[in-house]
């Protein structure tokens, strides 16, 4: 058997730990160690756990980085900091900023020598190839895009700072009307109104003004004013027997005509019970994808439209032509 692809990864939270669980269920893959800012100590990680400060001691022992900070805060320092030193994969999911994004890892990487894949998981990820499949097959159609049912951190942060809110979580659900709509192949114009809706459920301090959270959280501006929102107010039982986990999903549906005036359509459809597991799992086999690209010889910033198919695989080209083809 072939060495192990040595894997390190930056970052032990929800992302972390799903990297990890993924690792462990594939042969050629082999975890080298974990960093962290956290006190060592406080993370329960089979793997060696060791401050961030010591990753660079590794530049020879690892193979490919998986940075699983988030977005907004970590990503955009440490991605370019990691790419000048590893091979890397993160998941940057700022879709607005991904181009700016692109540009400063791929200069960071090709000064390091390295090869490196922004953007992965599965929106952005294996979302964006669906788009470009689709798009590319049905040129004359309208592709739509919807997430959920599914927990949104950054909504469910959001309503948890109100003043009141003990404790919270918020769902993106997809309007089912539009999605009918949709597979019986209209192609309407859609508001993010007539796409989405937001479903909160929220244990109040108690004594706290109910309609004053209620109200603060419909008129939230850039979360739920643009929404059809739904509040309920739960007890905390209520919250950990049912709202605890981290489910997520999607579709993507391009409906389009053929040339001979044929209407067709093309669905991809995600039904995650755990979407840090689910990403971790992604961002694993495009660890080994990297891997592969990089012993050819490609440096610098990737997405996953960059990545053979056949690379994210373990099994040979003579084996996935012979079980997949």
Known sequence: MKEPIRIGIVGYGNLGRGVEQAVRQNPDLELAAVFTRRPPDQIHSQAQVLPVEKSWDFRDKIDVMVLCGSSANDLPEQGPLFASQFNTVDSYDLHARIPEYFERIDAAAKEGGNLSLIAAGWDPGLFSLARVLFNSILPKGKTYTFWGKGVSQGHSVAVRRL??????????VPVPE????????ETPELT??????????VVPESGADRAAIETAIKTMPGYFAD??????????????????????????????TTGGGYRQQAELRLELANNPEFTGSVLAACARAVYRLRREGKTGACTMFDLPVGYLSPQSPEELRAKML
């Open 227 to 256: 929404y059809d929102t739904t509040v309920y107010f739960i007890t905390e039982e209520e919250f950990a027997a049912s709202h605890t986990g981290m489910p997520h999903g999607g579709f993507v549906i391009t409906t389009g």
């Open 178 to 185: 539009t999605i009918e709509r949709i597979r019986k192949g």
């Open 163 to 172: 003043p009141g809110v003990k404790q919270a979580v918020q769902y993106t």
């Open 192 to 201: 993010a109104r007539e796409q989405h809706q937001r479903i909160c459920y």
